[in-house]
């Protein structure tokens, strides 16, 4: 008897308490997401698009709520990346009617109560440390990123912390790149895929 097949909502599941299944879901998912991202290429940076949805992802892997219904976490990701994609095409259109919308389809997600399992208290410490190591205006900008990111787009957090939004994402993938060298110092395996 061979063991079950772990789906990508079982590997998302386990994010905030597995530190390789963020890695594997994102395998599984990323290259998915960009494929839907080729009608709006010209437009838009995909790479950014994607990396952003997937920060948002991991945030909502350690919130504490779980999602409901079949490939759940696989559904909520083309949400978000729709959603970041579409801040950007506003943002960028200054004249005309909305952004087309790169997935008309709905993808609505339920989001139930707090998960099952606590958090990973070690891995928490651990992020959270690489995160107050992050040096000056990289520190400035991934936190507003963290803490507004919902909030706001890219362009308002860079009025916010006063800089050009070009400026404010060259701070966050330095950020960026500084956290994912620390995790890695600090035994969290990240992937080629962070780099």
Known sequence: ???????????FRRIAGDEGAFTAWMR??????????????????????VQEALLRMWG???????????????????AVVRNVVNEELRRLRRHGG????????GDEVEIAGP????????LRRIILGCLDKVPGIPAQAIRARIELGHL???R?????LQMRTNTLLKNIGRARRF??????????RLGEVWR
């Open 1 to 11: 008897m061979g063991e079950p097949e772990v789906t990508l909502d079982d590997l």
């Open 28 to 49: 599984a998912v990323e290259v998915p997401l960009r494929a839907k991202l080729r009608s709006v290429s010209s437009e838009v940076d995909v790479e950014a698009m």
């Open 60 to 78: 909502i892997a350690h919130s504490g709520r779980t999602l409901e219904g079949p490939d759940a976490s696989f559904r909520l990701a083309r």
């Open 98 to 105: 909305p952004p087309a919308d790169p997935w008309p389809e």
């Open 115 to 122: 998960a099952s399992e606590p958090p990973d208290p070690l």
């Open 152 to 154: 706001l787009s890219d």
């Open 156 to 160: 308002g957090i860079a009025v916010r």
């Open 179 to 188: 956290l994912a060298q620390c995790l890695e110092e600090n035994g969290v």
